[in-house]
């Protein structure tokens, strides 16, 4: 069982012990809860707070979560690219001076030893490491595709590891392909790129493998500027769109049957005005915190827009076992992430 | 972690306790007013830029939040995100929203202006040409009549330029008799994009308006908005409008030394 169902299981048998009149000041009301439906959270913006005059950061880009629970940062300041909490928001650890550009941040466990993955838009490359930060592999712009004229031309995003160890990569702010690489480094395919046809992308910011429902994986693609969520096949064949008008969706995370993801921007794409999206089974949205009520007309969601002033760009979710979340910010004056506690 | 004391009367027996609890979301208790305020609320609008009238509609906003609007001179009225309003008239609107447990939202500031087609036949020259990446529509778009939103990345409607002086060459179709021209622009201080330093306006190689704009300062707020070059009363036919950028973007912004983004998305006579 995980330790929130627990909690909440046993806080109902608490409750049931005692007169309610009793307790029932204590109880929390809808003020200062954020989110809709089964999906609301507490908001604890100084969750991450660091000195900043020793660990500093300036985008805060991505976070993930080892099996060991701990939280990994990346953040493009060279003093300390990857900073490592625990769940408190302590600092465990902090490396990485190498990567000026750090943008993406995937996790990969290849049989049983765990892989971060950071893609760099300054150094345009991707760049394979250990979880304390020894280099492994490092994959460059895919030239041999005749896709690209130069190195500079590719500028990628963020990555997805398939099970049997290929590599997916997406150009999200280069020349827009999905690069579709082997466990070995081998180029196997490219799709995807530029241009107004369904299977193309304005912004192909972040991807992930969705193997939720039992079904076959598939890969899960942000276009961002177009606010739709694009689903392939592994082989790079479009298979469907998911359409969230007024949200800038950054990259796709699944935990359990959810899929969340950061808006950057909300509505018409003005500045300061992101939110969090959560995604049910359906792929239809439930949950958006910070944003206002996601509402369904004749299957088609209306425009969303920001209504709390929470979070000025978050750029991605991190999901604990606990269904909390860890909310990283583009452009947000130097702030360290903001955590959500489900309640 | 707070306490208070309590009693129940159980059986005939009346148990004082100890209650303790924590404060509510935020390390606040929940009848407090939180840190957190509303987002400026969404107004949608049919054209900042109309020739008869426009539409105003809102969103509904956060739950339990009231929506509140006043047009220049009058005084505040609440909104219904039900009901649109008309505007027929050049206007000045300022929206917020309050809440009872949320801080009240920033005010939303729309300059709708009712503008004229006196440029419609007009031909625009453009020196240099905008960057690839926000070239919208070229001349027609300084001439359609669609004010652009501070989104500038999606649509046709902004120019982009990253250098220190544009060049606007108009050629009217016939001599008409004006005494203004406005400039529609964006400042988005994240995106690296600036108002000019100053837009001069020329005729027959005289200078017959010229404005300086403030100097930015760190904090501005994101807006599409218009800059207005008051010129001297004449008939005219040709009009030249130079405009100078700043520089260098200033020392308190990130971008520090570098020439700045020129956002332009509509050109007005009158």
């Known amino acids: 069982m995980q330790r929130r169902s627990f909690i909440k299981k046993t806080s109902v048998a608490s409750v049931g012990l005692v007169s309610l009149p009793l307790f029932a000041q204590a109880r929390t009301n809808e003020n200062g809860i954020v989110g809709h439906g089964d999906f609301k959270y507490k908001v604890n913006v100084n969750w991450g707070a660091l000195n900043s005059q020793y ?3 300036n985008d805060c880009h991505e976070m993930v979560m080892d099996k060991k629970g701990r939280l990994y940062l990346l953040t493009n300041n060279t003093k300390n690219n990857v900073l490592v909490y625990n769940k408190d928001g302590d600092l465990l650890n902090a490396w990485g001076t190498q990567y000026p550009g750090a943008h993406g941040l995937t996790l990969h466990d290849e049989n049983g030893t765990e892989y971060l993955y950071i893609s760099d838009n300054n150094r345009h490359e991707v760049i394979k490491t250990t979880l304390d930060g020894k280099v492994i592999q490092v994959y460059s712009c895919p030239l041999e595709s005749e896709k690209y004229e130069s190195k500079s031309s590719f500028i990628p995003t963020e990555t997805a590891i398939a099970s049997n160890g290929d590599v997916y990569i997406a150009d ?13 480094g081998e180029l196997l395919n490219i799709f995807g790129g530029k241009g107004s046809q369904m299977h193309h992308f304005d912004n192909a910011h972040g991807i992930c493998i969705d193997t939720r429902n039992g079904k076959p994986p598939t890969l899960l693609i942000t276009a961002r500027q177009q606010n739709k969520l694009k689903r392939f096949s592994m082989a790079g064949e479009l298979i469907s769109t998911i359409d969230l008008p007024g949200a800038y969706i950054c990259r796709p995370v699944i935990h359990n049957e959810n899929v969340y993801l950061a808006s950057i921007w909300s509505h018409d794409g003005s500045p300061d005005t992101g939110f969090i999206c959560v995604l049910d089974k359906n792929d239809q949205l439930v949950s958006a915190p910070g944003g206002c009520v996601p509402k369904y007309t004749d299957g088609k969601l209306g425009n969303m827009y920001q209504t709390l002033s929470i979070f000025k760009h978050p750029h991605d979710v991190c999901v604990d076992e606990d269904e909390n979340l860890y909310v990283p910010q583009w452009n947000s004056g130097k702030t360290y992430p903001i955590k959500l506690t489900r309640v | 972690m707070k306490y208070v004391l309590r009693w129940i009367y159980f059986k005939g027996i009346l148990i004082i306790v ?5 404060s509510g979301a935020f390390g606040q208790e929940n009848n407090q007013q939180s840190t957190f305020a509303l987002a400026a609320p969404v107004v949608y ?7 008869k009238q426009a539409l105003l509609s809102f969103t509904e906003g956060e739950k339990g939040s009231v929506l509140h609007y006043q047009l220049a001179d009058d005084k505040p009225r609440t909104a219904n995100h039900k009901k649109p309003i008309e505007i027929k008239t050049t206007s000045t609107l300022k929206v917020w929203s309050t809440h009872p447990y949320y801080q009240t939202s920033d005010t939303t500031t729309l300059k709708l202006t009712k503008a004229n087609s006196l440029l419609s036949d007009a031909k625009i020259s453009i020196e240099p040409e905008p960057k690839a990446a926000y070239r919208g529509n070229k001349e027609a778009s300084l001439k359609d009549l669609i004010k652009g939103t501070t989104n500038f990345r999606t649509g046709n409607d902004w120019l982009g330029f990253q250098t220190t002086e544009v060049n606007f060459t108009i050629n009217l179709k016939e001599p008409t008799t004006l005494y203004l021209v406005s400039l529609g622009v964006l400042r988005d ?6 108002l000019p330093k100053q837009i001069t306006v020329e005729s027959n190689k005289k200078i017959i308006g010229q404005v300086n704009i ?16 008051p010129i001297k009363k004449g008939t005219y036919k040709e009009l030249q409008i130079q405009i100078n950028t700043l520089p260098t973007i200033p020392q308190w912004h990130l971008g520090q030394g570098t020439i700045p983004w020129l956002f332009i998305d509509e050109l007005l006579i009158n």
């Open chain 2, 214 to 229: 403030q100097i930015p300062k760190e904090g501005e707020k994101t807006a599409s908005t218009f800059l207005h070059v």
């Open chain 2, 18 to 22: 100890l209650v303790g609890y924590t």
């Open chain 1, 172 to 184: 999200g702010y280069g020349a827009q392909y999905i690069t579709h690489y082997n466990a070995k």
């Open chain 2, 45 to 51: 609008v049919d054209s900042l830029l109309f020739t």
């Open chain 2, 189 to 194: 201080y994240g995106s690296w994009v600036f």
């Open chain 1, 55 to 57: 660990y500093p950061v």
